[in-house]
């Protein structure tokens, strides 16, 4: 007798009509029919040729195929007398030794506070994303750097409005001084102001959309990664808010700042005595399973997630909203994409946020 | 307070501080170009670097991680009996500071961080693991062309600069002709038809292991380090016999190393098969894959 072992890097997310078959090792993901998963399921406990055995000969040529494409994308392999026994499961806790490990600041100019900056020390924060919304010279951004040059900050995303002082010589200059910025987004670009190359230390876009806070949250699949720390994360918390902070432009601390709940403001309170706060980490537990619609779809542990715009239908016993992001257009009972801001039954959402 | 010894930029050693920041673990790190000074305050004996500085009574636990180990200042005197005179009391004051950190809690040990790869093999077979026939010889005479493998038994198997602009990485390999030549003491070893290999992390009596399927890809077959980036091999969570990890646990032992990596291949015959024990590997890639977190089990011991 043979048998099928699946490697358990292989994590197989089951939709309404669909299966998701990620590989956590090689970062890939691939859609397929809950056939699918029905013979790996019957492979887990019965050898090759038992399961074949329960299939007509029309039907075992198709359960053929999904062995031996199985094997083709190297999910498993096979073994003689008996499964390999020694092969162990992947544990799907997550562990991260962060407090925080992102956060997202609206901001009317791109000077940062000093207190900001110690309680962002005190804290080990790694990620810093800032939307600016006020004109931004290259001194701003020079001091940027600097004032995180000794700190635990990794890494530091801007976007900031167009202004015609930017140029080559501008981005040429910030270039070799950068150590931090690893994305740069300039919005309300009419015209970019010359051809950009890969020859920065970081990302850089020129845009003419005009972006705001809350052209935020959408979900797509091209913003779906699969990495196994950000699956593990988003199989145990919220993928979007999970060891997140956001503050917004009135410097209201939140857990994302195009949310409306806040829990204090940075004139009067710290990071730190915020996240004392219970209530402050509620979100961060909320999985896809718990979301509505969203626990069917099998893009769920490799969704991006949003809790700052959804469809506003449900909310659970704790008061957390649970309804599915607005900006999502997939649906998991069609596995049809639609354009989101079109449709019918999002209008009432879509006009509560002004969107 | 634990003492760390690492080199400079050490990535493991950075994710392992993390987790102690995190813990709340007070530590000092020393770099591999730091020299201490050794003195004595009320009585007790305190090391000085131009970093750090710290009573030894203070230690509660010492990484040995990478970088040679504690390094000491030394004074030399004019007078030629004096200098060796005073380089003896040198001596037994580092000897001292030595052991007594060796008699805290501790991962791995200066003294034996380097382990002799054949004395190994040796003790290996004592405890009960199977080890594929080896020899050292200057020519090919005994070798079954094609059905041994000759590798290093070097601790440090890159070559810095062998070829003006690049390094060299001694791979093991297949041998597939006989030399006419004598050559130096060479390690030759029965090639063992593999099923896969499988990377075994020890601490401190537990083990952590990993399949590495390697046999689908000619370009890893004899040595899974020479990496295939498109199609990485297979490295999935693994749980060694319980009778083959009593015996790594009693090597580890013997070897008196209590934190390493080891090498085995399942063999197609579907024995187990010790090849190696490195004690200062990297593992921080294994353990993310697998999801073990060994990073942050070595911050608990500490």
């Given amino acids: 007798m043979r048998y099928f072992n699946l490697y358990s890097s292989i994590l197989i997310t089951k939709g309404a009509n669909r299966i998701l078959v990620s590989d956590l090792q090689r970062n890939n993901s691939e859609l397929q029919s809950l056939e699918l998963c029905e013979i790996i399921d019957e492979f887990k406990t019965n050898s090759i040729e038992e399961v074949f055995a329960f299939y007509d000969d029309e039907s075992k040529e198709i359960a053929q195929e999904y062995l031996d494409f199985l094997l083709e994308k190297e999910y498993g392999f096979v073994t003689a007398g008996d499964w390999d026994r020694n092969f162990a499961p992947l544990s799907l806790e997550y562990v991260d030794y962060s407090e925080i490990s992102n956060l997202f600041m609206e901001r009317n100019e791109l000077a940062i506070p000093k207190n900001l900056i110690q309680s962002i020390d005190n804290l080990q924060i790694s990620h810093l994303v800032i939307f600016c919304k006020g004109k931004a010279s290259l001194e701003d951004f020079l001091k940027l750097e600097k004032d995180f040059e000794n700190s635990t900050i990794e890494s530091l995303e801007v976007f900031a409005p167009y202004q015609t002082e930017i140029d080559e010589a501008f981005i040429q200059h910030l270039s070799q001084n950068a150590s931090r910025i690893y994305n740069l987004v300039f919005y309300n670009c009419e015209k970019e102001p010359f051809k950009v190359e890969n020859t920065f230390k970081f990302e850089l876009l020129f845009t003419q959309q005009n972006l705001k806070i809350n052209s935020c949250g959408k979900v797509d699949l091209k913003y779906f990664d699969t990495n196994i720390k950000k699956v593990l994360e988003a199989i145990n918390h919220n993928s979007c808010l999970n060891k997140k902070i956001g503050i917004d432009a009135e410097g209201n601390i939140k857990n994302c700042p195009a949310m409306l709940q806040s829990f204090g403001n940075i004139n009067e309170t710290s990071l730190e005595d915020v996240l004392l706060q219970q209530n402050f980490t509620n979100y961060w537990n909320l999985t896809k399973d718990d979301i509505n619609v969203c626990k069917h779809c099998e893009f769920r542990n490799v969704c991006t997630d949003c809790r700052a715009f959804t469809e506003q239908t449900h909310i659970n016993k704790e008061g957390l909203d649970v309804s599915k992001p607005l900006k999502c257009g997939y649906d998991p009972y069609t596995n049809q994409w639609d354009e989101w801001s079109t449709n019918p039954l999002k209008q009432k959402a879509i006009q509560n946020y002004s969107l | ?302």
């Fill in chain 2, 1 to 302: 307070m634990i003492l760390i010894l690492s080199s400079n930029l050490e990535p493991t050693t950075n994710e392992v501080l993390m987790w102690l920041n995190k813990m709340n673990k007070s530590y000092i790190r020393v770099h591999e170009d730091e020299f201490f000074e050794i003195k004595i305050i009320n009585k007790k004996f305190f090391l000085e670097s131009y970093r750090n500085s710290f009573f030894l009574e203070d230690i509660s636990s010492v990484w040995y991680r990478r970088g040679g180990g504690l390094k000491f200042k030394r004074e030399t005197y004019k007078n030629p009996a004096v200098n060796l005179n005073m380089n003896e009391a040198y001596h037994w004051l580092e000897d001292y500071v030595i052991k007594k950190l060796e008699s805290k809690k501790h991962i791995n040990k200066q003294r034996n961080s380097k382990l002799n790869k054949l004395l190994v093999l040796e003790e290996a077979q004592k405890v009960g693991l199977l080890v594929p026939k080896y020899f050292l010889a200057e020519n090919t005479d005994d070798v079954i062309i094609n059905k041994m493998i000759t590798k290093s038994y070097t601790e440090n198997i890159i070559l810095e600069a062998v070829n003006e602009n690049y390094d060299g990485i001694l791979y093991t390999a297949v041998v597939a002709e006989h030399e006419k030549k004598p050559f130096f003491p060479t390690f030759f070893q029965d090639k063992i038809e593999k099923e896969y290999e499988i990377r075994s992390f020890y601490l401190d009596g537990k083990i952590w292991s990993t399949a590495i399927i390697s046999q689908n890809d000619k370009q890893t077959k004899t040595d899974y380090r020479k990496y295939n980036v498109q199609t990485p091999n297979r490295n999935v969570p693994y749980n060694l016999p319980p009778e083959i990890e009593i015996c790594l646990t009693k090597l580890f032992q013997v070897l008196d190393v209590n934190c390493g990596s080891a090498d085995f291949i399942k063999g197609k015959d579907g024995k187990f098969y010790f090849l190696e024990i490195n004690p200062l590997g990297q593992f921080l890639g294994l353990s993310s894959i697998c999801n073990y977190s060994l990073d942050k089990e070595i911050a608990q011991f500490l």
